[in-house]
């Protein structure tokens, strides 16, 4: 059967934690696996749209933009309108384990992929993968419901969030993360025992659900910790978890097997969420309508005294809506207390006098999967803009409104560059409203020119990275006022930091692994398994030559 490489990934779990927790003895298991082998930090060379594509990244071993997919929302300029187009279609190229008759692969619960034709082995998807962006399914067919029967379900498939104002959601969460990872491990072994795999790939994705929702029980953040019924970092007991997790599926190996752990992103404190959607399309309203609000008005949001906080509904759509401007004092305490339905029903809007109803869509529609992004809910507008921002899971996503590209285009071509550069002033002069501090790290000028259509190009112009060390609810802007303070969605976000484990030949005991990209994880595995290297692969593999 040949060489047997057994790899796990822990979904956005963030290197620093890893290492300190590794370091402080409370992940034995991961720490036994780094002294066998070698350890190294992943760092992806794109620092934009660094939530969107990491997996997308790693099955392929191609960056985005060689693939032409930049994420699964995707903008329609002759509508104006955004839709989700779930994950990349793997077709062209396919998955690096699809690898034909010469290997023997099983794929336990990797997200954003699909069954494919040229794995020889098994593949069960969506048992209890995060954002899985396909359909439950196995190959065999009867193999999901069979490993369902034995070993039970995910608590929480396709409810992995929280109700981040509520002790007992936090610990009903971490409750149901952990018998996740309990269960999930428990298949895995089952499979491993089944069978010499060349290749088995399992993904946990509860570090990424604890990561957004946990941050601020477990690290710092503005909004503080406060006391909870369980006295453990929550976010390190899900961790704890998954090292036991990793140690079971280690031991249940070939003695041979070579052992890989692995996360192609990291975590940290949510600094993309409010700004990509919600201060950035507001800033860039005003910009377009000088002497206008919509969202987060300081009428809306009289006080900066303290971190804003969710209401007694515990639903951040709704408090976020309700942050809407108006000059009528009144509507905003009804919406805070009166309940939404019936806010509906009494037709509470027609409060407001002439000429004042909101500029944004009349309500978020809830059935429609991009509305809890605010910067969907200016697309109404979007016609009548000099530039808006596209909704967005990580970075702010600018499109200028350009005549002859959009339907009812605003900016002249030969002005493309001058507007580019009046927003990137714009940006530049942001500020967090509470310390002072520039919110805005860096700006990506996506395109060279108005003419620049190279289909490989996300849809945003300009792509707005904010700084990792500012965490804010509210920024300040010279010229068009305070945005905020909004309370905070998930209290955690992305970083591009990954990391890798690998044990097994090439990899010397103790060893230090160079730094590396997670577009080089493909190669390293294919590498380790004695497969060719595709040439579309972007990487190189992390594996001593020779080995």
């Known amino acids: 059967m040949g060489r047997s490489v057994i790899a796990i990934g822990l979904d956005s779990a963030e290197p620093s934690l890893v290492e300190a927790w590794m370091e402080a003895g409370q992940l034995p298991h991961l720490a036994r696996l780094r002294a066998e082998g070698a350890y190294g930090r992943l760092s992806s060379s794109m620092p934009h749209h660094k939530a969107e594509v990491p997996w997308t990244c790693f099955l392929t071993g191609c960056s985005a933009q060689r693939l032409g997919y930049w994420g699964p929302i995707a903008y329609d300029p002759a509508r104006y309108l955004v839709r989700d187009i779930l994950a990349y279609d793997l077709v062209d190229p396919a998955p690096f384990y699809e690898l034909g008759d010469a290997f023997r692969v099983a794929v336990l619960d990797m997200p954003q992929t699909r069954?494919?034709?040229?794995?020889?082995?098994?593949?069960?998807?969506?048992?209890?993968?995060?954002?899985?962006?396909?359909?439950?399914?196995?190959?065999?067919?009867?193999?999901?419901?069979?490993?369902?029967?034995?070993?039970?379900?995910?608590?929480?498939?396709?409810?992995?969030?929280?109700?981040?104002?509520?002790?007992?959601?936090?610990?009903?969460?971490?409750?149901?993360?952990?018998?996740?990872?309990?269960?999930?491990?428990?298949?895995?072994?089952?499979?491993?025992?089944?069978?010499?795999?060349?290749?088995?790939?399992?993904?946990?994705?509860?570090?990424h659900s604890a990561g957004h929702a946990l941050w601020h029980l477990s690290q710092p953040h503005p909004i503080g910790r406060w006391p909870r019924a369980s006295r453990t970092d929550p976010l390190l007991e899900v961790m704890r978890g998954l090292d036991a997790a990793v140690g079971e599926i280690a031991a249940a190996a070939p003695g041979d097997a070579a052992v890989v752990v692995f996360s192609a992103h990291g975590v940290e404190s949510n600094n993309m969420d409010l700004p990509s959607n919600l201060f950035l399309p507001e800033l860039l309203y005003r910009w377009s309508f000088p002497g206008r609000m919509a969202l987060a008005s300081p009428r809306a949001c009289p006080s900066l005294a303290a971190p804003a906080r969710?209401?007694?509904?515990?639903i951040w759509l709704l408090d976020a809506w309700n942050l809407r401007d108006e000059r009528n004092p009144l509507k905003p305490w009804l919406r805070r207390t009166v309940p939404h339905h019936l806010y509906g029903r009494l037709r509470l809007d027609r409060l407001s006098g002439p000429g004042q109803k909101t500029p944004l869509v009349q309500h978020p529609p809830g059935a429609d999967y991009l509305a809890w992004l605010p910067a969907s809910w200016y697309q109404p507008l979007w016609p009548e803009m000099k530039a808006f921002a596209l909704p967005s899971f990580s970075d702010g996503y600018v499109r200028l409104n350009l005549r002859g590209r959009e339907a009812a285009g605003r900016v002249e071509r030969s002005a493309y560059k001058e507007v580019a550069d009046e927003i990137a002033g714009l940006l530049a002069e942001l500020r967090d409203a509470r310390t002072g501090r520039p919110v805005v790290r860096d700006l990506l000028r996506v395109r060279s020119g108005a003419t620049a259509d190279d289909p490989g190009l996300p849809d945003a112009d300009l792509v707005v990275e904010w700084d990792p060390e500012v965490t804010t609810d509210a920024v300040e802007s010279p010229r068009f006022g305070r945005i905020g303070p909004a309370p905070y969605f998930r209290t955690g976000g992305h970083s591009n930091r990954g990391f890798l484990i690998?044990?097994?030949?090439?990899?010397a005991p103790g060893g230090r692994l160079p730094d590396g990209d997670p577009l080089d994880l493909a190669p390293t595995l294919l590498d380790m398994l004695g497969a060719p290297i595709p040439g579309h692969c972007e990487g190189r593999s992390l594996r001593a030559p020779g080995a």
């Open 310 to 314: 969710m209401s007694s509904r515990n």
């Open 115 to 207: 069954i494919c034709d040229g794995v020889n082995g098994l593949q069960v998807l969506g048992w209890g993968s995060h954002s899985p962006q396909h359909a439950s399914q196995s190959r065999p067919a009867g193999l999901l419901d069979e490993l369902t029967a034995r070993h039970g379900r995910h608590p929480l498939f396709g409810a992995d969030n929280i109700m981040q104002w509520r002790d007992d959601s936090a610990d009903r969460f971490v409750e149901g993360l952990c018998a996740g990872i309990a269960r999930r491990a428990a298949i895995a072994v089952d499979l491993v025992g089944r069978e010499r795999w060349n290749l088995f790939l399992a993904m946990f994705g509860e570090s």
């Open 502 to 507: 690998a044990r097994g030949p090439g990899f």
